[in-house]
C-alpha cells in the first residue's frame, strides 16, 4: 500500500505541475479578481449540473433556454478561459479514472 500512496502522490504532484492546472490556477485567479464573478460561475456550474442530471420531459427545452439566459456571460473572456481550463482539468481527472477503473477490473 505504501507503493500505491507514492505512487499517487507523484501523480498528484504531476496533476499541480501540469500545464492544464497552471493555466486553471491563473484563470481562477483572474475570475477572484472580478467582484462577484466567482458567485456567478458558480451558479451557472450548479444549474448546469442540475440540467445535466435532470430527468425532465422538457429537458431540450430547458437547456436552451440556459444557453440564451447564459450566453452573455460565457462570452466574458474571463469567465470562457475559466470554463474551459476546467473543463480540461475535468477531463484529465476523468481520463485518469477511466484509465484506474479499466485496469482494476472491479465489478461494479
Known amino acids: 500500500m505504501d507503493n500505491v500512496r507514492d505512487c499517487m502522490e507523484d501523480l498528484v504532484n504531476a496533476i499541480r505541475a501540469s500545464d ?19 458567485e456567478r460561475i458558480r451558479e451557472y ?27 452573455e456571460f460565457r462570452k466574458n473572456p474571463v469567465v470562457a478561459e475559466y470554463l474551459e481550463s476546467e473543463l480540461r482539468i475535468c477531463r484529465m481527472i476523468q481520463e485518469i479514472n477511466a484509465r484506474i477503473t479499466n485496469v482494476v477490473e472491479l465489478m461494479i
Open 20 to 38: 492544464e492546472y497552471q493555466n486553471f490556477k491563473e484563470a481562477e485567479e483572474r475570475v477572484a479578481d472580478v467582484p462577484g464573478l466567482v
Open 45 to 71: 456550474c450548479w444549474k448546469n449540473y442540475e440540467l445535466q442530471t435532470s430527468d425532465v420531459e422538457d429537458l431540450y427545452e430547458r437547456m436552451e433556454a440556459f444557453e440564451d439566459e447564459y450566453r
